[in-house]
């Protein structure tokens, strides 16, 4: 029984720390991200911070990891749900725009170390970044096959729709920051979910009339 209890204790201290340590991160990025603050969130001194995952490489590694990983699976879990390829197309966002929610510190930590060039991603994380892209990949190669989509360069559009459901996330974030008319726009708009539809909605559809890109 205490050594059950024990184990319980340690991974919720484990897991006090890396939730802090993503705040910290997000927060600073992990150049002025602080080991002393992150103990401090997690309420724990830094020796038991370090016994528990390590330094500061080992922190950031553990909760990117973490986030990337979350997203792959979401994503995989989402494209299960449906053979129709734009639907499946509107999944990958959608994964996205969920795991922020349940993770709201993840667009401005990842788009920090984006910012830099990744230099603290660890190999295996950046590896997951490619299977999530791959993902987009498949999608589109299906669709074309089925003759949904035409060819399209699928890093682009997974940058696309991916970069833009980071940074929609982040604007929502400002809107108490602007009384003008861009805070009004963000004061009225729709949460994430629904901004990722319309934004993949015009990815699917364009902006031009049928007429003007030679339709009926």
């Known amino acids: 029984m205490a050594e059950t209890q024990a184990i319980e204790h340690g991974t919720e201290t484990r897991q006090r720390i890396l939730d802090a340590a993503a705040e910290v991160f997000a927060e600073h990025g992990f150049g002025g991200a602080g080991v002393d603050e992150i103990a401090r969130r997690a309420g724990v001194n830094k020796a038991m911070l370090y ?14 990891s973490a986030i990337v990983g979350r997203i792959a699976d979401a994503v995989t879990a989402a494209l299960a749900d449906t053979d129709d390829p734009s639907e499946r197309l509107r999944a ?62 699928p890093l682009i559009t997974h940058l696309l729709l991916i970069g833009t459901t980071m940074f929609m996330a982040n ?27 319309r934004m993949v909605d015009i990815a699917l559809n364009g902006i031009t009339q049928n007429e003007a890109r030679g339709g009926n």
């Open 171 to 197: 604007a929502l974030r400002m809107r108490e920051r602007f009384p003008t008319a861009l805070g009004r726009a963000l004061q009225g708009a729709a949460e994430l979910d629904a901004m990722t539809d």
């Open 51 to 64: 016994y528990h995952i390590g330094d500061k490489a080992a922190l950031f590694g553990e909760v990117v």
């Open 92 to 153: 990958i966002p959608r994964a996205f725009a969920r795991t922020v929610r349940e993770r709201p510190f993840l667009p401005q930590l990842m788009l920090r170390e984006i910012a830099a060039g990744g230099p603290h991603l660890p190999p295996h994380v950046a590896e997951r970044m490619a299977e999530v892209m791959g993902m987009t990949r498949a999608v589109l190669e299906e669709g074309c096959t089925k003759g949904t989509f035409r060819k399209v360069d």
